[in-house]
Nanobody
Framework: QVQLVESGGGLVQAGGSLRLSCAASGRTFSSAVMGWFRQAPGKEREFVATITWSGGSTYYTDSVKGRFTISRDNAKSTVYLQMNSLKPEDTAVYYC??????????????????WGQGTQVTVSS
């Protein structure tokens, strides 16, 4: 069992930065693949970034490459999403997710079996 709690969302002007945090409880965190997804009003939940259990590999959706960085601290059971050069189109509810299962591809929501409640990120132009 893994419980996830996101924090760090808010309102920021275009070009600004935010760092999202996702605190996890449960002994399986250090072996879980962690991901960030987002969902804008009227749109489907979309993949943002994922990181392997060791932090050795990361993957990003094309629209955030070079601007967002996912990282994790297994000693603190926390995963982060540093978001720089934010754009209005980044506005969404951001969700942290954990997968304790094996998949070849972690870029779709069905690969994850634990989800946080979400945190709102609003980027004004």
């Amino acid at each position: 069992q893994v419980q996830l709690v996101e924090s760090g969302g808010g309102l920021v002007q275009a070009g600004g930065s935010l760092r999202l945090s996702c605190a996890a409880s449960g002994r399986t965190f250090s072996s879980a693949v962690m991901g960030w997804f987002r969902q804008a009003p009227g749109k489907e939940r979309e993949f943002v970034a994922t990181i392997t259990w060791s932090g050795g590999s990361t993957y990003y959706t094309d629209s955030v490459k070079g601007r967002f960085t996912i990282s994790r601290d297994n000693a603190k059971s926390t995963v982060y999403l540093q978001m720089n050069s934010l754009k209005p189109e980044d506005t969404a509810v951001y969700y942290c997710a954990a997968s304790t299962n094996y998949y070849l591809d972690y870029r779709f929501p069905g690969a994850y079996n634990y989800w946080g409640q979400g945190t709102q990120v609003t980027v004004s132009s």
